[in-house]
């Protein structure tokens, strides 16, 4: 049975006078104003109980159920519950309660636009370790992101890669459909996050779309998820305000994929914030799946990323990107480890060109 994983991140920046999210961005509604959890927790797991993608037609040759997969949900489980799973948070100092959930929410919202805004067309270097079982495979590509205008209100930014052993092109399929079909840009400003395939020397990674992962806390987005303030906590150097976020299935209109077999199924999205407490920059971020999809054996879909301050001569202010990143998952218990590291940011212009066809 082949399996594909994607996770879906939306690249459409925008606010206000900047533009509109599309793909995972609606009009904010009355929603907006109540992101505080709820005082009383709705349930500290989901179940999802899994079955086959498809009856089979004799039932002599039916599988097995699969067997029963608990997610601890992160905006209502336990602090002291919530730690065992997420072992960052070890040493977390909680709050007494919800009051400073959302002016934290309206300061890193405010902090998204800014970094959205700022974010010029880069080149980096970028090494990945890509691991299944016992093979490991090391890689090294120049990393090219561009930023640019899509419709009338639209900042998208595209992602770009170059084996520097075999000088193979690659770019995100997403990239692809955006660059067939620019006249629909609400259909096609999604960047594909494909997680764990087999390890292929001389393919692309399969792991992207990470420079504005941040796109959970973009204003328009907030009221497809809950949030829920954790406390305080030293991360990496930083003192941060840590929150997390359950996506709401309802309300999301393309929320990320996943491709199991022949069919492709939604996949909801949770995660845990470290915030900067000296400019609401996010430090560090880490996602993992809501609950499983039915009929889809994942136990796990982890990614961590882990940004810092990078400083460019011909760029005014510092810039906020990915530094390092590392991308698990768990499907029936095949377990797979992706590793990027950025490197050597830069400027990309007229000094330093490469050639997509």
Known sequence: MSWKPRLLIATAITAMCFGRIHMIAQQPTSEDKTQAAPATPKRDEIDILGHPAEEPAVP?????????????????????????????????KTPPDQSQLIPLLDKVGAKTLEIARKTPNLI??????????????HQNFSFLVLQHLMGHDSMVFDEYRIDLASGEKFQTEETEKAAEGASKPQESQ???????????????????????????????????SEFRYLGDQQMNGHLTHVLSFAQKPGTLKLPATIAYGNKTYPMYLQGIAWVDVADDRIVRLRTDILFPPPGVPLRQLTADIQFEEVRIAEVATPLWLPHQVVVTSNLAGDVRKESHLYSDYRLFGTRSKIVLQ
């Open 124 to 137: 980096s270097h970028e090494s990945v370790i890509s691991e299944q079982g016992q093979i490991k495979q």
């Open 190 to 224: 999604r960047m594909e996050l494909p997680i764990t395939r087999a390890v292929v020397p001389g393919a692309a990674p399969e792991s992207q779309g990470f420079v504005n992962s941040w796109v959970h806390f973009y204003p328009p987005n907030r009221f497809q």
């Open 60 to 92: 002599a040759l039916r599988a097995p159920a699969l067997p029963e997969v608990k997610v601890p949900n992160y905006v209502t489980m336990p602090i002291a519950e919530l730690q065992k799973t997420v072992r960052e948070l070890h040493h977390l």
